[in-house]
């Protein structure tokens, strides 16, 4: 079976991560985008492409690939990526590293962020 891909769609999710994540970065003057942009287009392929995954998310996975993220300091693409899903809303990307915010540098469960699993 032949995957059918919409190239220029998944270059206009890669323009408007990598915006995302440069706004993100920005707007908490702290956090590291340059390996974020680097990861970009693993996360647009991933999510858009390759994985089973829904946002409507819950902790088990049933039917679902699970994604691990071992660089932590990635996450404003990955972050990006899953509020475009609908994992939780975009207006969130605005308040990476902020006090409070559940978007932090790296990503965790103890802030209750739909999307990320820990091990138990």
């Known amino acids: 079976m032949e995957l059918q891909v919409d190239y ?3 270059r206009q999710y890669a ?4 915006r995302d994540i440069l706004r ?3 707007g908490a003057n702290s956090g590291h985008p340059g390996g974020a942009l680097g990861c970009t287009e693993f996360f647009i392929a991933l999510y858009y492409v390759i994985l089973e995954h829904n946002p409507r998310f819950d902790m088990d996975g049933i039917g679902e690939d699970l994604f691990i993220l071992s660089n932590g300091h990635v996450c404003p ?5 899953m509020a475009r899903w609908g994992y939780f809303p975009v207006e969130e990307l605005s308040t990476f590293r902020k006090r ?3 978007l932090q ?3 965790a469960t103890a802030e209750g962020l739909e ?3 820990i091990a138990r």
């Open 15 to 18: 323009t408007q991560t990598r």
């Open 8 to 10: 220029d769609k998944l």
């Open 100 to 102: 409070d915010s559940r």
């Open 105 to 107: 540098g790296h990503p």
């Open 115 to 117: 999307g990320v699993r």
């Open 24 to 26: 993100m970065t920005n």
């Open 77 to 81: 693409g990955w972050y990006s990526v």
